[in-house]
């Protein structure tokens, strides 16, 4: 095991020095994202955020992207030349990976048996994520039924006593003590194979729990039990469990007991824009639904790092992706996902679904180095942000106030999906509008992510007067 473990720091330390990760030092710190021998943790100035092991800050920057695009095959080419370069490129720093898909599941013929063929396939991921300096949340199931439901995807019948598996049923496999035996020997499995790789963010117990066909009571039970064995197994790795989407106003009572649960890292909730959601919100701006997941989350006062951890747009009640991504070349859903969650005080950016619908068609591999842009340098833990939003009669305004630096998202309200992409309706040019901020003998910069542009301002001492820009702004005080 140590042999293992020295290994993977040597390999992870020569990775990043390969990488380089030289960038400008605009806040006047380096994010850290070339330490790849070291783990990402829950930062012990402010637990609200992420840190590396040796102290730097870790803003995770990605999206989820659970399966490969080569079916069964694993050739990882086509992975590396469409997906790993360009978030590379744009120094994307994280993805999602679902553990439990065809590709990558381990257990691909029968309950218990665990494919060889398959720890080497993974080897394979783990390195081509070194090389790219690209951190792995692995999610290890996502399945929902054993065969009572009617989700062809979602059922896993290997799993029943039947076809030799251990539970009569769905709900035995999480309260049977053969169930759960096998699940446990699984993350045995798994922590043989890459335990203690600090090219892992974090391990994830499962995809949308309460979307499985078992009690509610039985989800916090299992979930309980099976962190503390993600923590035995996995002790520098973060832990985490997650619910489905959170569009129904009365989950909020679930979701508290998610970010409740002993032993749960990270705060994470999901949330698309799904016009068959019964909660309004979730047909409205995205801007919007996306900021008040995160605050809703946020006002539990937990003290630990919440993430926009799914987002995005599905046709009415997540029946396939949403038909006006075509539209949305340039990937106005996508950036509102990534910058909306941070200033409202998310520990990175939102994580976007649909990258194979809607990120890679659209080539919006860019969006993620915008965001990049905007907080390179930046060292959240050290800055004790403070949230805030300004009234504002054109903009939403959503800022953090830290101890050097004040930074502000500028949101065009009359410039949705609904605007641009169902009424094709442009993004006027705003002229001349100022905020209520007093940056008085402050340094003021304004930066554009649509022109990938820094520039220089001022305050009067009571506002500061915004330059032309089109749906969005940053405005960083220092």
């Excluded at 994307?92 to 048996?113: D, P, T």
């Excluded at 830290?402 to 993004?427: A, H, V």
Aim: include cysteine; charge should be neutral; glycine fraction near 8%.
């Amino acid at each position: 095991m140590n042999t293992t473990i020295h290994r993977r720091d040597f390999l992870a330390a020569g990775a990043a020095a390969a990488l380089g990760c030289c960038v400008p030092e605009l806040f006047g710190q380096s994010t850290g994202s070339g330490d790849l021998a070291e783990f990402v943790q829950c930062s012990k100035r402010d637990p609200r955020y992420f840190e590396l092991s040796n102290g730097k800050p870790y803003i995770p920057i990605g999206l989820n992207m659970v399966s490969p695009p080569w079916g069964d095959d694993d050739e990882l080419t086509k992975l590396e030349n469409d997906w790993f370069k360009p978030l590379h490129e744009n120094k994307a720093n994280f993805i999602r990976i679902w553990l439990s898909q065809q590709a990558y599941e381990v257990e691909r013929e029968k309950s218990g048996n665990f494919d060889e063929k398959q720890a080497k396939k993974l080897e394979k991921l783990f390195a081509l994520a070194r090389k790219y300096g690209i951190r792995l949340k692995l999610c290890t199931e996502h399945f929902r039924h054993l065969g009572e439901g009617s989700q062809g995807w979602a059922a896993r019948k290997i799993h029943l006593k039947e076809n030799g598996g251990p539970a009569e049923n769905t709900k035995d496999f999480f309260t049977g003590e053969a169930g759960r035996a096998l699940y446990k020997r699984k993350l045995d499995w798994f922590a043989k194979h890459f335990g203690c790789d600090p090219i892992v963010f974090g391990w994830e117990l499962w995809n949308e729990m309460d979307a499985v066909n078992i009690p509610t009571e039985v989800i916090w039970n299992w979930s309980t039990e099976m962190l503390a064995e993600l923590h035995r197994l996995f002790p520098k790795n973060l832990a985490m469990q997650s619910l489905g989407s959170y569009d129904v106003e009365n989950k909020k009572g679930n979701y508290r007991k998610l970010c409740e649960l002993p032993g749960n890292d990270v705060l994470q909730v999901h949330r698309y824009l799904d016009l068959g959601a019964s909660w309004k919100i979730c047909g409205g701006p995205v801007a919007v639904l996306a900021a008040e997941a995160v605050k809703d989350l946020l006002a539990l006062k937990i003290s630990k790092p919440v993430l926009l951890a799914e987002s995005g747009a599905v046709e009415p009640n997540h029946t396939g992706p949403f038909k006006l991504y075509k539209r949305d070349k340039d990937g106005i859903i996508l950036h509102d996902v990534l910058f909306a969650p941070f200033f409202v005080g998310a520990a990175g950016p939102g994580h976007c679904w649909h990258w194979d619908r809607y990120v890679h068609p659209n080539n919006l591999w860019f969006h993620f180095g915008r965001f990049a842009a905007a907080v390179e340098g930046l060292d959240p833990p050290a800055e004790n942000f403070q949230t805030f939003e300004i009234d504002h009669e054109r903009l939403y305004l959503y800022g953090l106030k830290g101890k050097t630096n004040t930074l502000l998202w500028c949101r065009d309200k009359q410039n949705t999906w609904k605007t641009e992409l169902e009424d094709e309706t442009e993004p006027e040019t705003l002229k001349g509008l100022d905020i209520a901020l007093d940056a008085k003998g402050k340094r003021v910069r304004f930066y554009d992510p649509w022109e990938n542009r820094w520039t220089d301002g001022q305050s009067n001492g009571e506002t500061i007067v915004l330059p032309s820009f089109r749906r969005s702004l940053v405005v960083a005080i220092s």
